[in-house]
Protein backbone atom coordinates (compact mmCIF):
# COMPACT_ATOMS: atom_id res chain seq x y z
CA UNK A 1 0.00 0.00 0.00
CA UNK A 2 1.15 3.19 -0.81
CA UNK A 3 1.59 6.18 1.71
CA UNK A 4 -0.10 9.47 0.71
CA UNK A 5 3.22 10.91 0.94
CA UNK A 6 4.51 7.88 -1.97
CA UNK A 7 1.61 8.44 -4.24
CA UNK A 8 1.98 12.53 -3.83
CA UNK A 9 5.54 11.78 -5.19
CA UNK A 10 4.47 9.30 -7.90
CA UNK A 11 2.17 11.97 -9.58
CA UNK A 12 3.98 15.11 -8.74
CA UNK A 13 7.78 14.16 -8.71
CA UNK A 14 9.94 16.96 -7.94
CA UNK A 15 11.39 18.67 -11.04
CA UNK A 16 14.22 20.58 -9.38
CA UNK A 17 16.26 18.24 -7.05
CA UNK A 18 18.31 19.17 -4.28
CA UNK A 19 18.71 22.01 -1.97
CA UNK A 20 18.64 25.28 -4.22
CA UNK A 21 17.87 29.06 -4.05
CA UNK A 22 17.38 31.04 -7.09
CA UNK A 23 21.18 32.55 -6.42
CA UNK A 24 22.51 29.08 -6.26
CA UNK A 25 20.19 28.36 -9.60
CA UNK A 26 21.87 31.03 -11.14
CA UNK A 27 25.28 30.11 -9.88
CA UNK A 28 24.60 26.64 -10.90
CA UNK A 29 23.87 27.23 -14.83
CA UNK A 30 25.71 30.58 -15.28
CA UNK A 31 29.07 29.44 -14.22
CA UNK A 32 29.11 26.50 -17.23
CA UNK A 33 29.33 30.22 -19.35
CA UNK A 34 31.15 32.60 -17.26
CA UNK A 35 34.17 30.48 -15.65
CA UNK A 36 37.14 31.37 -17.34
CA UNK A 37 38.82 28.13 -17.14
CA UNK A 38 37.02 25.79 -19.83
CA UNK A 39 36.61 21.99 -18.98
CA UNK A 40 39.17 19.72 -20.77
CA UNK A 41 36.29 17.40 -22.41
CA UNK A 42 35.45 20.69 -24.34
CA UNK A 43 38.34 21.09 -25.80
CA UNK A 44 38.67 17.29 -26.84
CA UNK A 45 34.67 16.87 -28.31
CA UNK A 46 35.13 20.04 -30.03
CA UNK A 47 38.06 19.37 -31.68
CA UNK A 48 36.81 16.08 -32.93
CA UNK A 49 33.26 17.63 -34.01
CA UNK A 50 35.04 20.45 -35.73
CA UNK A 51 37.66 17.65 -37.73
CA UNK A 52 34.49 15.96 -38.68
CA UNK A 53 32.66 18.94 -40.05
CA UNK A 54 35.53 19.64 -42.14
CA UNK A 55 34.61 16.71 -44.25
CA UNK A 56 31.23 18.51 -44.70
CA UNK A 57 33.17 21.11 -46.00
CA UNK A 58 35.45 19.39 -48.41
CA UNK A 59 32.62 17.75 -49.29
CA UNK A 60 30.90 20.98 -50.13
CA UNK A 61 33.51 22.37 -52.29
CA UNK A 62 34.21 19.04 -54.30
CA UNK A 63 30.00 19.37 -55.03
CA UNK A 64 30.47 22.55 -56.48
CA UNK A 65 33.16 21.92 -58.53
CA UNK A 66 32.34 18.78 -60.11
CA UNK A 67 28.19 18.34 -59.76
CA UNK A 68 25.76 16.09 -58.10
CA UNK A 69 27.55 13.49 -60.12
CA UNK A 70 29.89 12.56 -57.12
CA UNK A 71 27.20 11.45 -55.34
CA UNK A 72 25.94 7.95 -56.32
CA UNK A 73 22.48 9.54 -57.30
CA UNK A 74 20.86 8.35 -60.81
CA UNK A 75 18.05 7.58 -62.68
CA UNK A 76 15.51 5.70 -61.54
CA UNK A 77 17.06 6.96 -57.54
CA UNK A 78 17.00 10.38 -58.11
CA UNK A 79 16.34 11.27 -54.68
CA UNK A 80 18.79 9.01 -51.66
CA UNK A 81 21.16 10.68 -49.23
CA UNK A 82 20.48 14.24 -50.06
CA UNK A 83 16.90 14.22 -49.06
CA UNK A 84 16.90 10.89 -46.57
CA UNK A 85 19.59 13.40 -44.66
CA UNK A 86 17.11 16.51 -45.16
CA UNK A 87 13.96 14.58 -43.62
CA UNK A 88 16.34 13.12 -41.05
CA UNK A 89 17.90 16.24 -39.94
CA UNK A 90 14.30 18.33 -39.99
CA UNK A 91 12.62 15.61 -38.18
CA UNK A 92 15.61 15.76 -35.27
CA UNK A 93 14.61 19.77 -35.14
CA UNK A 94 10.79 19.00 -34.35
CA UNK A 95 11.44 17.71 -30.53
CA UNK A 96 12.97 20.93 -29.40
CA UNK A 97 9.93 22.83 -30.35
CA UNK A 98 7.53 20.13 -29.24
CA UNK A 99 9.51 20.56 -25.84
CA UNK A 100 9.42 23.99 -25.68
CA UNK A 101 5.75 24.90 -27.49
CA UNK A 102 3.67 22.12 -26.44
CA UNK A 103 4.71 20.93 -23.44
CA UNK A 104 4.62 24.53 -22.56
CA UNK A 105 0.83 24.64 -23.67
CA UNK A 106 0.03 21.50 -22.17
CA UNK A 107 1.71 22.75 -18.87
CA UNK A 108 4.21 20.04 -17.99
CA UNK A 109 6.44 21.27 -16.25
CA UNK A 110 9.60 18.66 -17.04
CA UNK A 111 9.78 20.83 -19.96
CA UNK A 112 11.84 23.26 -18.12
CA UNK A 113 15.22 21.98 -17.43
CA UNK A 114 15.69 20.54 -21.13
CA UNK A 115 13.72 23.34 -23.33
CA UNK A 116 16.97 25.43 -24.03
CA UNK A 117 19.23 22.77 -25.31
CA UNK A 118 16.48 21.53 -26.87
CA UNK A 119 15.57 24.45 -29.02
CA UNK A 120 19.54 24.94 -29.61
CA UNK A 121 19.28 21.09 -30.99
CA UNK A 122 16.22 22.48 -33.21
CA UNK A 123 18.26 25.36 -34.67
CA UNK A 124 21.12 23.28 -35.53
CA UNK A 125 19.35 20.15 -36.87
CA UNK A 126 17.46 22.97 -39.37
CA UNK A 127 20.68 23.91 -40.53
CA UNK A 128 22.23 21.05 -41.24
CA UNK A 129 18.82 20.23 -43.07
CA UNK A 130 18.51 23.15 -44.97
CA UNK A 131 22.09 22.69 -46.58
CA UNK A 132 20.69 19.30 -48.20
CA UNK A 133 18.12 21.14 -50.58
CA UNK A 134 20.32 23.94 -51.64
CA UNK A 135 23.14 22.00 -52.59
CA UNK A 136 20.88 18.90 -54.37
CA UNK A 137 19.67 21.00 -56.68
CA UNK A 138 23.16 20.64 -58.25
CA UNK A 139 23.50 24.82 -59.44
CA UNK A 140 22.88 25.57 -56.52
CA UNK A 141 23.55 29.45 -57.09
CA UNK A 142 21.09 29.45 -59.71
CA UNK A 143 18.46 28.35 -56.54
CA UNK A 144 17.66 31.54 -55.80
CA UNK A 145 14.85 31.99 -58.23
CA UNK A 146 14.02 28.65 -57.96
CA UNK A 147 13.44 28.89 -54.78
CA UNK A 148 12.70 32.09 -53.64
CA UNK A 149 9.72 34.45 -54.94
CA UNK A 150 11.49 37.56 -56.47
CA UNK A 151 10.46 39.73 -59.41
CA UNK A 152 14.11 38.15 -61.78
CA UNK A 153 15.25 39.37 -64.93
CA UNK A 154 13.32 36.11 -66.61
CA UNK A 155 9.85 37.02 -65.44
CA UNK A 156 9.42 33.83 -64.30
CA UNK A 157 8.22 32.66 -60.55
CA UNK A 158 8.00 29.36 -58.23
CA UNK A 159 5.39 26.86 -59.12
CA UNK A 160 3.24 27.50 -55.49
CA UNK A 161 1.52 24.44 -56.32
CA UNK A 162 4.41 22.28 -55.32
CA UNK A 163 5.39 21.06 -52.49
CA UNK A 164 8.74 21.80 -52.61
CA UNK A 165 8.20 25.21 -52.67
CA UNK A 166 6.01 24.58 -49.52
CA UNK A 167 8.94 23.36 -48.19
CA UNK A 168 10.96 26.53 -48.73
CA UNK A 169 8.05 28.20 -46.44
CA UNK A 170 7.90 25.73 -44.24
CA UNK A 171 11.59 25.56 -43.33
CA UNK A 172 12.27 29.12 -43.62
CA UNK A 173 9.59 29.76 -41.85
CA UNK A 174 10.22 26.87 -39.05
CA UNK A 175 14.06 28.26 -38.62
CA UNK A 176 13.16 31.45 -38.54
CA UNK A 177 10.50 31.47 -35.61
CA UNK A 178 13.01 28.81 -33.32
CA UNK A 179 15.28 31.16 -34.04
CA UNK A 180 12.87 34.26 -32.76
CA UNK A 181 11.41 31.53 -29.96
CA UNK A 182 15.02 30.38 -28.29
CA UNK A 183 16.19 34.06 -28.68
CA UNK A 184 13.36 35.83 -26.66
CA UNK A 185 14.08 32.47 -24.13
CA UNK A 186 17.90 33.58 -24.07
CA UNK A 187 17.16 37.65 -23.55
CA UNK A 188 16.25 37.32 -19.55
CA UNK A 189 19.21 34.82 -19.09
CA UNK A 190 21.86 37.11 -20.90
CA UNK A 191 20.66 39.88 -17.95
CA UNK A 192 21.59 37.28 -15.63
CA UNK A 193 24.82 36.62 -16.90
CA UNK A 194 25.37 40.45 -17.84
CA UNK A 195 24.75 41.03 -14.15
CA UNK A 196 27.04 38.29 -12.86
CA UNK A 197 30.21 38.64 -15.28
CA UNK A 198 33.26 39.81 -14.20
CA UNK A 199 35.56 39.36 -17.87
CA UNK A 200 34.64 42.80 -19.33
CA UNK A 201 34.06 41.59 -22.67
CA UNK A 202 31.59 39.02 -21.68
CA UNK A 203 29.98 41.29 -19.54
CA UNK A 204 29.90 43.48 -22.69
CA UNK A 205 28.70 40.72 -25.11
CA UNK A 206 26.20 40.15 -23.12
CA UNK A 207 24.87 43.43 -22.39
CA UNK A 208 24.13 43.86 -25.94
CA UNK A 209 22.74 40.66 -25.79
CA UNK A 210 20.32 41.06 -23.32
CA UNK A 211 18.76 44.49 -24.86
CA UNK A 212 18.71 46.03 -21.39
CA UNK A 213 16.47 43.60 -19.49
CA UNK A 214 16.16 44.55 -15.92
CA UNK A 215 13.47 42.10 -15.26
CA UNK A 216 10.71 44.88 -15.26
CA UNK A 217 6.99 43.47 -14.17
CA UNK A 218 5.67 45.56 -16.81
CA UNK A 219 8.13 44.01 -19.39
CA UNK A 220 7.96 40.55 -17.83
CA UNK A 221 3.85 40.40 -18.44
CA UNK A 222 4.32 41.59 -22.34
CA UNK A 223 7.01 38.85 -22.75
CA UNK A 224 4.48 36.38 -20.77
CA UNK A 225 2.38 37.06 -23.78
CA UNK A 226 4.93 37.24 -26.55
CA UNK A 227 6.51 33.87 -24.95
CA UNK A 228 2.75 31.94 -24.67
CA UNK A 229 1.65 33.18 -28.48
CA UNK A 230 4.84 32.46 -29.90
CA UNK A 231 4.18 28.60 -27.89
CA UNK A 232 0.85 28.78 -29.63
CA UNK A 233 2.11 29.76 -33.04
CA UNK A 234 5.10 26.74 -33.16
CA UNK A 235 2.88 24.25 -32.02
CA UNK A 236 1.02 24.36 -35.68
CA UNK A 237 4.16 25.52 -37.23
CA UNK A 238 5.94 22.34 -36.00
CA UNK A 239 3.00 19.90 -37.22
CA UNK A 240 2.59 21.59 -40.60
CA UNK A 241 6.36 21.59 -41.44
CA UNK A 242 7.04 17.89 -41.14
CA UNK A 243 3.19 17.25 -42.89
CA UNK A 244 4.57 19.62 -45.43
CA UNK A 245 8.23 17.79 -45.74
CA UNK A 246 5.60 14.72 -46.03
CA UNK A 247 4.20 15.69 -48.54
CA UNK A 248 7.19 15.90 -50.91
CA UNK A 249 6.38 12.29 -51.39
CA UNK A 250 2.83 11.78 -50.87
CA UNK A 251 1.71 14.53 -53.23
CA UNK A 252 3.89 11.71 -56.05
CA UNK A 253 2.47 8.96 -57.81
CA UNK A 254 5.38 6.63 -56.80
CA UNK A 255 3.77 3.41 -54.77
CA UNK A 256 5.38 3.64 -51.33
CA UNK A 257 4.72 7.41 -51.60
CA UNK A 258 1.55 8.32 -52.51
CA UNK A 259 -0.24 7.46 -49.02
CA UNK A 260 -2.22 9.71 -47.05
CA UNK A 261 -0.89 8.91 -43.92
CA UNK A 262 2.49 10.56 -44.34
CA UNK A 263 1.57 13.71 -42.59
CA UNK A 264 0.79 12.09 -38.95
CA UNK A 265 3.21 9.10 -39.84
CA UNK A 266 6.18 11.74 -40.20
CA UNK A 267 5.31 13.94 -38.12
CA UNK A 268 5.35 10.92 -35.37
CA UNK A 269 8.75 9.76 -36.56
CA UNK A 270 9.94 13.41 -36.07
CA UNK A 271 9.43 13.60 -32.51
CA UNK A 272 10.21 10.00 -32.08
CA UNK A 273 13.91 10.83 -34.11
CA UNK A 274 13.81 14.61 -32.10
CA UNK A 275 13.64 12.77 -28.44
CA UNK A 276 16.26 9.96 -29.07
CA UNK A 277 18.15 13.31 -30.23
CA UNK A 278 17.47 15.11 -27.17
CA UNK A 279 18.04 11.68 -24.66
CA UNK A 280 21.92 11.77 -26.98
CA UNK A 281 22.77 15.12 -25.73
CA UNK A 282 21.05 15.29 -22.31
CA UNK A 283 22.66 12.23 -20.76
CA UNK A 284 26.31 13.30 -21.27
CA UNK A 285 25.73 16.48 -20.85
CA UNK A 286 23.75 16.16 -17.61
CA UNK A 287 26.82 14.19 -16.15
CA UNK A 288 29.56 16.15 -17.52
CA UNK A 289 28.39 19.48 -16.73
CA UNK A 290 26.64 17.93 -12.89
CA UNK A 291 23.16 19.39 -13.83
CA UNK A 292 21.72 16.03 -12.29
CA UNK A 293 19.54 18.03 -10.03
CA UNK A 294 18.06 19.54 -12.74
CA UNK A 295 17.54 17.42 -15.63
CA UNK A 296 16.81 14.62 -13.37
CA UNK A 297 15.79 10.98 -13.44
CA UNK A 298 11.98 11.87 -14.06
CA UNK A 299 12.74 13.65 -16.60
CA UNK A 300 14.81 10.97 -18.49
CA UNK A 301 11.83 8.81 -17.69
CA UNK A 302 9.35 11.05 -19.10
CA UNK A 303 11.25 11.34 -22.39
CA UNK A 304 11.22 7.39 -22.67
CA UNK A 305 7.96 7.36 -22.42
CA UNK A 306 7.28 9.99 -24.99
CA UNK A 307 10.08 8.56 -27.44
CA UNK A 308 8.22 4.59 -26.96
CA UNK A 309 4.87 6.43 -27.73
CA UNK A 310 5.65 7.81 -30.35
CA UNK A 311 7.43 5.01 -31.71
CA UNK A 312 4.34 2.95 -31.52
CA UNK A 313 3.09 5.13 -33.95
CA UNK A 314 5.60 5.07 -36.55
CA UNK A 315 5.20 1.22 -36.23
CA UNK A 316 1.13 1.61 -36.63
CA UNK A 317 2.48 3.56 -40.04
CA UNK A 318 4.53 0.37 -41.01
CA UNK A 319 1.92 -2.01 -39.76
CA UNK A 320 -0.58 0.21 -41.73
CA UNK A 321 1.76 0.71 -45.05
CA UNK A 322 1.73 -2.91 -45.05
CA UNK A 323 -1.82 -3.38 -44.86
CA UNK A 324 -2.11 -0.72 -47.48
CA UNK A 325 0.19 -2.45 -49.74
CA UNK A 326 -1.97 -5.24 -50.21
CA UNK A 327 -5.95 -4.26 -49.17
CA UNK A 328 -5.41 -1.31 -52.36
CA UNK A 329 -6.04 -4.15 -55.21
CA UNK A 330 -3.52 -2.50 -56.83
CA UNK A 331 -1.18 -4.59 -58.61
CA UNK A 332 2.07 -1.60 -58.19
CA UNK A 333 1.16 -1.32 -54.80
CA UNK A 334 1.19 -4.90 -53.60
CA UNK A 335 4.32 -5.02 -55.58
CA UNK A 336 5.66 -2.40 -53.72
CA UNK A 337 5.58 -3.67 -50.17
CA UNK A 338 6.52 -7.30 -51.49
CA UNK A 339 9.56 -5.14 -52.58
CA UNK A 340 10.20 -4.09 -49.35
CA UNK A 341 9.54 -7.00 -47.46
CA UNK A 342 11.48 -9.73 -49.02
CA UNK A 343 11.71 -10.03 -52.95
CA UNK A 344 13.64 -6.86 -53.47
CA UNK A 345 17.50 -6.15 -53.16
CA UNK A 346 17.08 -3.67 -50.01
CA UNK A 347 14.96 -6.30 -47.80
CA UNK A 348 18.13 -6.34 -45.15
CA UNK A 349 17.40 -3.08 -44.61
CA UNK A 350 13.37 -3.08 -44.50
CA UNK A 351 14.19 -5.70 -41.60
CA UNK A 352 17.20 -3.79 -39.59
CA UNK A 353 14.36 -0.63 -39.91
CA UNK A 354 11.74 -2.92 -37.82
CA UNK A 355 14.82 -3.68 -35.67
CA UNK A 356 15.67 -0.41 -34.91
CA UNK A 357 12.44 1.20 -34.40
CA UNK A 358 10.13 -1.39 -33.86
CA UNK A 359 11.90 -3.90 -31.53
CA UNK A 360 14.32 -1.59 -29.83
CA UNK A 361 11.73 0.43 -28.23
CA UNK A 362 9.61 -2.11 -27.02
CA UNK A 363 12.50 -2.44 -24.35
CA UNK A 364 11.11 0.84 -22.87
CA UNK A 365 8.05 -1.03 -21.82
CA UNK A 366 10.39 -2.25 -18.93
CA UNK A 367 11.18 -0.44 -16.05
CA UNK A 368 14.51 -1.73 -15.70
CA UNK A 369 15.20 -0.01 -19.26
CA UNK A 370 13.44 2.66 -18.71
CA UNK A 371 14.55 4.23 -15.67
CA UNK A 372 18.73 3.10 -17.04
CA UNK A 373 20.39 5.98 -18.33
CA UNK A 374 22.97 3.50 -20.00
CA UNK A 375 19.82 1.65 -22.12
CA UNK A 376 18.04 5.22 -22.87
CA UNK A 377 20.89 6.28 -24.37
CA UNK A 378 21.98 3.23 -26.78
CA UNK A 379 18.23 2.89 -27.22
CA UNK A 380 18.58 6.18 -28.77
CA UNK A 381 20.95 5.61 -30.87
CA UNK A 382 19.60 2.83 -32.08
CA UNK A 383 16.52 4.82 -32.63
CA UNK A 384 18.59 7.84 -34.44
CA UNK A 385 20.13 5.15 -36.58
CA UNK A 386 16.36 3.73 -37.58
CA UNK A 387 14.74 6.89 -38.36
CA UNK A 388 17.51 7.35 -40.72
CA UNK A 389 16.88 4.05 -42.32
CA UNK A 390 13.24 4.39 -42.32
CA UNK A 391 13.70 7.80 -44.94
CA UNK A 392 16.06 5.12 -46.60
CA UNK A 393 13.47 2.65 -47.40
CA UNK A 394 10.92 4.96 -47.98
CA UNK A 395 13.58 7.03 -50.76
CA UNK A 396 15.18 4.04 -52.34
CA UNK A 397 12.92 1.05 -52.37
CA UNK A 398 10.09 2.88 -54.56
CA UNK A 399 12.31 4.81 -56.52
CA UNK A 400 14.35 1.54 -57.34
CA UNK A 401 11.68 -0.04 -58.51
CA UNK A 402 8.48 1.53 -59.32
CA UNK A 403 5.73 1.05 -62.74
CA UNK A 404 7.95 -0.24 -65.41
CA UNK A 405 10.50 -3.20 -64.78
CA UNK A 406 13.15 -1.98 -67.61
CA UNK A 407 12.88 1.29 -65.54
CA UNK A 408 14.46 -0.40 -62.57
CA UNK A 409 18.15 0.00 -61.56
CA UNK A 410 19.77 -0.67 -58.28
CA UNK A 411 21.59 2.26 -55.94
CA UNK A 412 24.22 2.17 -54.25
CA UNK A 413 25.68 5.26 -51.92
CA UNK A 414 29.07 6.61 -53.16
CA UNK A 415 32.10 8.11 -50.75
CA UNK A 416 30.70 11.75 -50.89
CA UNK A 417 27.20 10.79 -49.73
CA UNK A 418 28.67 9.58 -46.73
CA UNK A 419 31.51 12.64 -46.13
CA UNK A 420 28.82 14.42 -46.29
CA UNK A 421 26.56 12.81 -44.23
CA UNK A 422 29.00 12.53 -41.31
CA UNK A 423 30.49 16.14 -41.72
CA UNK A 424 26.81 17.13 -41.32
CA UNK A 425 27.14 15.30 -38.35
CA UNK A 426 30.14 16.85 -36.79
CA UNK A 427 28.73 20.45 -37.88
CA UNK A 428 25.93 19.84 -35.66
CA UNK A 429 27.86 18.91 -32.89
CA UNK A 430 30.49 21.66 -33.53
CA UNK A 431 27.81 23.66 -33.07
CA UNK A 432 26.19 22.44 -29.75
CA UNK A 433 29.95 22.43 -28.19
CA UNK A 434 29.70 26.52 -28.94
CA UNK A 435 26.59 26.52 -27.46
CA UNK A 436 27.23 24.89 -24.50
CA UNK A 437 30.18 27.32 -23.93
CA UNK A 438 28.54 30.46 -24.16
CA UNK A 439 25.31 30.22 -23.77
CA UNK A 440 22.99 28.99 -20.79
CA UNK A 441 22.46 25.59 -21.24
CA UNK A 442 19.78 25.54 -18.93
CA UNK A 443 16.74 28.28 -18.97
CA UNK A 444 17.18 30.00 -15.66
CA UNK A 445 14.30 32.00 -15.14
CA UNK A 446 12.26 29.42 -15.73
CA UNK A 447 13.95 26.87 -13.36
CA UNK A 448 14.08 29.24 -10.75
CA UNK A 449 10.13 29.60 -10.92
CA UNK A 450 9.83 26.02 -10.23
CA UNK A 451 11.84 26.76 -6.77
CA UNK A 452 9.34 26.58 -3.68
CA UNK A 453 10.35 29.95 -3.05
CA UNK A 454 9.09 30.97 -5.83
CA UNK A 455 5.80 30.94 -4.66
CA UNK A 456 3.41 33.87 -3.41
CA UNK A 457 1.04 33.28 -0.69
CA UNK A 458 1.44 29.76 -1.35
CA UNK A 459 0.82 29.57 -5.05
CA UNK A 460 3.01 28.40 -6.96
CA UNK A 461 3.65 30.25 -10.27
CA UNK A 462 3.19 28.67 -13.60
CA UNK A 463 4.20 29.84 -16.78
CA UNK A 464 0.68 29.86 -18.29
CA UNK A 465 -2.16 30.61 -15.48
CA UNK A 466 -2.90 34.15 -15.26
CA UNK A 467 -1.40 35.96 -18.06
CA UNK A 468 -4.56 34.07 -19.84
CA UNK A 469 -7.01 33.84 -16.97
CA UNK A 470 -7.07 30.27 -17.25
CA UNK A 471 -9.10 28.36 -14.65
CA UNK A 472 -7.14 26.27 -12.16
CA UNK A 473 -8.18 22.70 -12.23
CA UNK A 474 -6.55 21.89 -9.31
CA UNK A 475 -6.51 22.90 -5.36
CA UNK A 476 -4.86 25.76 -4.84
CA UNK A 477 -3.86 24.98 -1.41
CA UNK A 478 -1.92 22.35 -2.67
CA UNK A 479 1.37 22.23 -1.04
CA UNK A 480 4.28 23.80 -3.65
CA UNK A 481 6.45 21.66 -5.50
CA UNK A 482 5.43 18.37 -4.58
CA UNK B 1 13.58 51.95 -4.67
CA UNK B 2 13.05 49.00 -2.28
CA UNK B 3 14.43 46.05 -2.02
CA UNK B 4 12.41 42.75 -0.67
CA UNK B 5 13.61 39.09 -0.25
CA UNK B 6 10.84 37.08 -1.66
CA UNK B 7 8.27 37.42 -3.71
CA UNK B 8 5.52 37.47 -1.50
CA UNK B 9 6.85 40.53 0.63
CA UNK B 10 6.94 42.09 -2.83
CA UNK B 11 3.69 41.57 -4.09
CA UNK B 12 2.48 42.74 -0.57
CA UNK B 13 4.04 46.03 -0.71
CA UNK B 14 3.18 46.16 -4.59
CA UNK B 15 -0.43 46.57 -3.08
CA UNK B 16 0.01 48.78 -0.59
CA UNK B 17 1.66 51.16 -3.43
CA UNK B 18 -1.02 50.76 -5.64
CA UNK B 19 -4.09 51.10 -2.42
CA UNK B 20 -2.02 54.37 -1.49
CA UNK B 21 -2.66 55.89 -5.38
CA UNK B 22 1.00 55.48 -7.39
CA UNK B 23 0.71 54.56 -10.85
CA UNK B 24 3.59 55.45 -12.03
CA UNK B 25 5.58 51.62 -10.44
CA UNK B 26 7.37 49.24 -11.27
CA UNK B 27 8.47 46.27 -9.52
CA UNK B 28 11.52 43.77 -10.45
CA UNK B 29 11.94 40.15 -10.46
CA UNK B 30 14.20 37.47 -11.61
CA UNK B 31 11.65 35.85 -13.31
CA UNK B 32 7.86 36.42 -13.91
CA UNK B 33 5.46 36.84 -11.16
CA UNK B 34 2.00 36.60 -12.07
CA UNK B 35 0.65 38.43 -9.26
CA UNK B 36 2.17 41.35 -9.54
CA UNK B 37 0.16 42.74 -12.57
CA UNK B 38 -2.90 42.35 -10.86
CA UNK B 39 -1.44 44.04 -7.12
CA UNK B 40 0.67 47.29 -9.15
CA UNK B 41 -2.71 47.32 -11.39
CA UNK B 42 -0.44 46.78 -15.02
CA UNK B 43 -3.07 46.89 -17.53
CA UNK B 44 -3.35 43.64 -20.04
CA UNK B 45 -0.99 44.99 -22.85
CA UNK B 46 -2.32 45.15 -26.66
CA UNK B 47 0.41 43.01 -27.89
CA UNK B 48 -2.22 40.05 -28.94
CA UNK B 49 -4.28 41.97 -30.80
CA UNK B 50 -1.57 43.73 -32.68
CA UNK B 51 -0.62 39.60 -33.36
CA UNK B 52 -3.15 38.90 -34.60
CA UNK B 53 -2.87 41.90 -37.03
CA UNK B 54 0.34 40.95 -37.85
CA UNK B 55 -1.25 37.43 -39.01
CA UNK B 56 -3.75 38.76 -41.06
CA UNK B 57 -1.20 40.63 -42.47
CA UNK B 58 0.68 37.60 -43.22
CA UNK B 59 -1.69 35.53 -44.34
CA UNK B 60 -3.39 38.33 -47.42
CA UNK B 61 0.60 38.17 -48.26
CA UNK B 62 0.92 34.53 -48.73
CA UNK B 63 -2.27 34.87 -51.13
CA UNK B 64 -2.25 38.04 -52.66
CA UNK B 65 1.70 37.08 -53.89
CA UNK B 66 0.08 33.61 -54.97
CA UNK B 67 -2.77 35.36 -56.98
CA UNK B 68 -0.36 37.78 -58.58
CA UNK B 69 1.97 35.04 -59.95
CA UNK B 70 -0.71 32.21 -60.88
CA UNK B 71 -3.12 34.87 -61.93
CA UNK B 72 -2.33 37.80 -63.14
CA UNK B 73 1.19 37.92 -64.01
CA UNK B 74 1.78 34.58 -65.15
CA UNK B 75 -0.58 31.88 -65.26
CA UNK B 76 -0.16 28.62 -66.58
CA UNK B 77 -2.53 25.58 -67.24
CA UNK B 78 -0.97 22.74 -64.66
CA UNK B 79 -2.57 19.30 -65.13
CA UNK B 80 -6.39 21.45 -65.68
CA UNK B 81 -6.38 23.09 -62.27
CA UNK B 82 -7.74 26.48 -62.09
CA UNK B 83 -5.46 29.51 -62.02
CA UNK B 84 -6.67 30.35 -58.62
CA UNK B 85 -6.03 27.05 -56.64
CA UNK B 86 -6.64 27.38 -53.30
CA UNK B 87 -6.46 23.97 -51.84
CA UNK B 88 -2.55 24.32 -53.25
CA UNK B 89 -2.05 27.30 -51.94
CA UNK B 90 -3.01 26.96 -48.25
CA UNK B 91 0.67 26.20 -47.27
CA UNK B 92 2.74 29.07 -48.01
CA UNK B 93 -0.06 31.43 -46.82
CA UNK B 94 -0.51 29.67 -44.15
CA UNK B 95 3.36 29.59 -43.16
CA UNK B 96 3.61 33.36 -43.69
CA UNK B 97 0.95 34.10 -41.41
CA UNK B 98 2.59 31.95 -38.82
CA UNK B 99 5.39 33.92 -39.42
CA UNK B 100 4.90 37.61 -39.86
CA UNK B 101 2.87 36.84 -36.16
CA UNK B 102 5.89 35.31 -34.88
CA UNK B 103 7.59 38.77 -36.44
CA UNK B 104 5.05 40.68 -34.69
CA UNK B 105 4.95 39.10 -31.38
CA UNK B 106 8.77 39.29 -30.76
CA UNK B 107 9.96 42.54 -32.26
CA UNK B 108 6.33 44.20 -31.00
CA UNK B 109 6.64 42.88 -27.81
CA UNK B 110 10.79 44.37 -27.50
CA UNK B 111 9.29 47.89 -29.06
CA UNK B 112 6.71 47.95 -26.73
CA UNK B 113 8.90 47.12 -23.88
CA UNK B 114 11.05 50.07 -24.86
CA UNK B 115 13.76 47.27 -25.75
CA UNK B 116 17.09 47.74 -26.26
CA UNK B 117 17.70 50.02 -23.97
CA UNK B 118 21.03 50.27 -22.76
CA UNK B 119 21.09 52.75 -19.73
CA UNK B 120 18.10 53.02 -17.67
CA UNK B 121 18.66 55.07 -14.21
CA UNK B 122 17.64 51.82 -11.83
CA UNK B 123 21.25 50.59 -12.90
CA UNK B 124 22.59 53.39 -10.69
CA UNK B 125 21.81 51.22 -7.80
CA UNK B 126 24.63 48.66 -7.06
CA UNK B 127 22.53 46.03 -5.74
CA UNK B 128 19.87 46.16 -8.67
CA UNK B 129 21.98 43.87 -10.30
CA UNK B 130 20.72 41.26 -7.71
CA UNK B 131 17.68 41.90 -9.98
CA UNK B 132 18.19 39.56 -12.23
CA UNK B 133 19.45 36.84 -9.57
CA UNK B 134 17.64 36.63 -6.77
CA UNK B 135 16.27 39.73 -5.17
CA UNK B 136 12.70 41.88 -5.89
CA UNK B 137 12.70 45.62 -5.92
CA UNK B 138 9.73 47.82 -6.24
CA UNK B 139 10.02 51.23 -7.48
CA UNK B 140 8.43 54.52 -7.19
CA UNK B 141 9.54 57.35 -10.09
CA UNK B 142 9.61 60.91 -9.38
CA UNK B 143 7.60 61.32 -12.33
CA UNK B 144 4.32 60.19 -10.24
CA UNK B 145 1.57 62.54 -9.73
CA UNK B 146 1.52 61.83 -5.68
CA UNK B 147 5.62 61.79 -5.59
CA UNK B 148 7.36 63.69 -3.06
CA UNK B 149 10.70 63.31 -2.22
CA UNK B 150 10.43 62.71 1.49
CA UNK B 151 6.97 61.87 2.08
CA UNK B 152 7.06 59.01 -0.45
CA UNK B 153 10.97 57.61 0.43
CA UNK B 154 9.10 57.74 4.46
CA UNK B 155 6.47 55.61 2.92
CA UNK B 156 8.22 52.98 1.25
CA UNK B 157 10.39 52.51 4.31
CA UNK B 158 7.10 51.04 6.10
CA UNK B 159 6.52 48.69 3.65
CA UNK B 160 8.64 46.03 5.30
CA UNK B 161 11.72 46.03 2.37
CA UNK B 162 15.27 44.79 3.40
CA UNK B 163 16.93 48.29 2.06
CA UNK B 164 15.19 51.85 0.88
CA UNK B 165 17.60 53.18 -2.00
CA UNK B 166 17.95 56.83 -3.55
CA UNK B 167 17.98 56.02 -7.77
CA UNK B 168 19.63 58.71 -9.62
CA UNK B 169 18.79 59.70 -12.78
Request: net charge negative; glycine share 6%; charged share 15%.
Amino acid sequence: MQTDKELEQKLHPAMVEGDHTFGSVSDKIGDVTLKKRTPFHWFIGFAIAFMIAQLLLFTTMWLLANGIGIWGNNQPVGWAFDIINFVWWIGIGHAGTLISAILLLLNQKWRTSINRFAEAMTLFAVACAAMFPLLHTGRPWLAAYWLFPYPNTMGIWPQFRSPLIWDVFAVSTYATVSLLFWYVGLIPDFATLRDRAKNKFFKFMYAILSWGWRGSARHWHRYELAYLILAGLSTPLVLSVHSIVSLDFSVAQIPGWHATIFPPYFVAGAIFAGFAMVLILCIPLRHWYRMQDFITHTHLIYMGKVMLATGLIVVYGYAMEAFFGWYSGSQYEYFMIKNRIWEGPYWFFYWLLIFCNGISIQFLWFKRFRESEFWLFVISIIVSLGMWLERFVIIVTSLNRDFLPSSWAMYSPRIFDLTMFIGTIGFFFTLIYLFVRFVPIISIFEVRTLLPDANVHGHQQDFDESVLEIEYTYDKTDPPNQ
Amino acid sequence: MAEFDTATELVDAARLVRDAGYTKTDAFSPFPLHEIDEALGIKRSVLPQLIFCGGITGLLTGIGLEYFVHVVDFPIIVGGRPHFSLPAFIPPAYELTILFSAFTAVFGMLFLNGLPRPYHPVFNVPRFGLATREKFFLIIESADEKYEYAETRAFMETLGAQEVFDVEE
